[in-house]
């Protein structure tokens, strides 16, 4: 089992009125601090309170676990996500909610799939990170990680949840985690959700969109630990040619792929190009349609350049980013159902990802 350091707060340990918070440390920028050699570190969790004097006065139970091998978030892979949900899923029944430290170069990729595969997820699951690390003067580390925990244990007047489902805060923003992408590496607004407006804004005071925030559900929370990574992203270009496009679609054992095209769903109407779509889809293969644009939506048909696509079996993402769709093309595949049972899935909104019109 693993190790769980619990942090010390304003909240009497014997105190089960106040909400308790998991926090779940992956490594990153946020949890580094500078050691006895002036060098940056992982910190100790123990002695996060030196760092972040402010957790003393929060009226909450937090413990922290630690992944067991903290990675730069460049290299995660769909095995942590597995370590991740399953970790949630082990601590599920002993906390009220959660909040995952994570580096901010693929969080949203982890969020994104964290939000598949916790389905019915009736607490909060609350990402954040931070731009600087906690050890330095001007970081966002502290504001971001205090603002995440009061985040996860808020809750309405009746005390239910107030956000139950997989978010991602950053800055000012809470924001749904599966419509977000990292925009900034030089500022602190970090990552922005352009088809959705922010579950809550942080100003003075924590202000919820409860409208927006995903219901309670009714049934109990299930895990979901297979995926098939056997996917890829084709973003087209002015020039791409019939010879790159048929040695990424015939990579062996390729089961999806994410085409990024150009504004509403647009792409090339040359014979050869939608030759090679339809083969693949022959194939068996799922080519799921993104737009390259940040705000917006995928409209086939609306352009003569986007017309021919369905026909040649590529399904529509309407507004999904490119991080929610890849990571829905592992969990679907995942589930290892027919090929028009796992296209429907696609086209389906899930997790809140994409708008339903």
Known sequence: MPSIVTIQTAASPTDHTVASILVIYTGGTVGMAYNDQGLLAPMRFSEVTKLMPELRDMRMRVSV??????IDSSNVTPT??????????????????????????????????LSYMLENL???????????????????????FITALEIAAARHPDGSTRVPEVSLFF????????????????????????????LAQAGIRLTYNDALVR?????????????????????LFPGITERVLNCILNVAELR??????????????????????KEAHDRGIHILNVSQCDEGRVEQGRYETSASLPGCGVLSGDDITTEAAITKLMFVLGLQKS???????????LRGEITLL
């Open 65 to 70: 676990v630690t992944m067991p091998q903290p």
């Open 80 to 113: 942590e996500w597995v370590t991740l949900a399953s970790l949630i899923g082990e601590f599920y029944d002993h906390y009220d909610g959660f909040v995952v430290l994570h580096g901010t170069d693929t969080m949203a990729y982890t969020a994104s799939a």
């Open 122 to 144: 009736a607490k909060p699951v609350v990402f954040t990170g931070a731009q600087v690390p906690a050890g330095r003067v001007r970081t966002d580390a502290r504001r971001n």
């Open 171 to 198: 800055n000012t923003m809470l924001m749904r985690g599966n419509r977000t992408k990292k925009v900034e590496s030089q500022h602190f607004g970090a990552f922005r959700s352009d088809n959705m407006p922010p």
């Open 215 to 235: 219901p309670l559900p009714t049934a109990p929370l299930r895990i979901h630990t297979q995926l098939n990574d056997n996917v890829t992203i084709l973003k």
């Open 256 to 277: 999806g792929c994410v085409l990024e095209t150009f504004g509403s769903g647009n792409a090339s109407t040359k014979s050869w190009f939608l030759r090679c779509l």
């Open 339 to 349: 090929h028009a049972e796992t296209a429907q899935l696609l086209v389906q909104d």
